[in-house]
């Protein structure tokens, strides 16, 4: 089992979630509060671009943050469904190829790497992935589809 760990402000977070998705060579499974952060976004889109398969589930009410970039990513062709209650979605965790897990309570956003104190936690273990995915799957079915 490989672990790696990140803290902010700083860039040691963004650059291991950055690193996961570049690592990526399947699926990512992505469930967050919110993301705003641009370069994210983009390797989120061209993860997609090159044929990984990409889900990704947010906050419905973050989705309408001024600088979020869910509309965008799904209106990119990335599956992407948010929550319909009224309480928040606010996991922070995203599957790597059935294989890896991220976590932490690092927001996906420019505020969390400049000013916030915030972790990630990026575990290579297959059974740990197992059980995140299981809840991944279980919100998939409950959330509805971003629609423009």
Request: hydrophobic content about 35%; aromatic content about 8%; overall charge negative.
């Amino acid at each position: 089992m490989e672990i790696k760990t990140g803290f902010s402000p700083g860039d040691q977070c963004k650059k291991i979630i950055m690193d996961a998705i570049r690592s990526a060579q399947d699926q990512i499974d992505i469930c967050v509060f919110t993301i705003s952060d641009n370069q994210i976004s983009s390797l989120i889109k061209d993860a997609f671009n090159q044929g990984l398969g990409v889900r990704i589930i947010s906050d419905n009410d973050k989705m309408l943050d001024l600088g979020s970039d869910i509309k965008d990513l799904a209106n990119a062709g990335i599956e992407a469904k948010i929550d319909k209650t009224q309480y928040h979605m606010h996991h922070k965790f995203m599957i790597i190829d059935h294989k890896a897990v991220l976590t932490g309570s690092y927001n996906w956003t420019r505020s969390a790497e400049e000013y916030n104190e915030e972790n990630v936690v990026l575990i290579h273990h297959e059974p740990t992935a197992k059980q995140f995915e299981v809840e991944f799957d279980r919100l998939w079915e409950q959330c509805e589809y971003v629609v423009d």
